[in-house]
């Protein structure tokens, strides 16, 4: 019963911005790191934020550093990715993921992944 889901993606123009939500159910998040990943067409996955379970500790991608943040309510059970400035190059599927681990949090291999949201900037 262990479940990460996603929501907040869409279209939007270059320049906008989206708010990307991880919700959990079946397990508290609170120790957990968490990492959002994503995945273009083609591509390979790859790591885009990830933040300590406590949300003292974050990493960004060098892609997406400045314009994106994480962050964590524990109350609520969720974790935000707040998107500015988007660009049609982080046009793909988001994923969020949990893992005890900081380390696998922010390089993959995680053991509860999310769906997917997908995101497309495009004008």
């Known amino acids: 019963q262990l479940q990460l889901v996603e929501s907040g993606g869409g279209l939007v123009q270059p320049g906008g911005s989206l708010r990307l939500s991880c919700e959990a159910s079946?397990?508290?998040?609170?120790?957990?790191?968490i990492g959002w990943f994503r995945q273009a067409p083609g591509k390979a996955r790859e790591g885009v934020s990830c933040?300590?379970?406590?949300?003292?500790?974050?990493r960004y991608a060098d892609s997406v550093k400045g314009r994106f943040t994480i962050s964590r309510d524990n109350a609520k059970n969720t974790v935000y990715l707040e998107m500015n400035s988007l660009k049609p190059e982080d046009t793909a599927i988001y994923y969020c993921a949990a893992d005890p681990s900081m380390f696998r949090a922010c390089n993959g291999n995680l053991e509860v992944w999310g769906q997917g949201t997908l995101v497309t900037v495009s004008s």
């Open positions: 079946g397990f508290t998040l609170d120790y957990y790191p």
């Open positions: 933040i300590s379970s406590s949300g003292n500790n974050t």
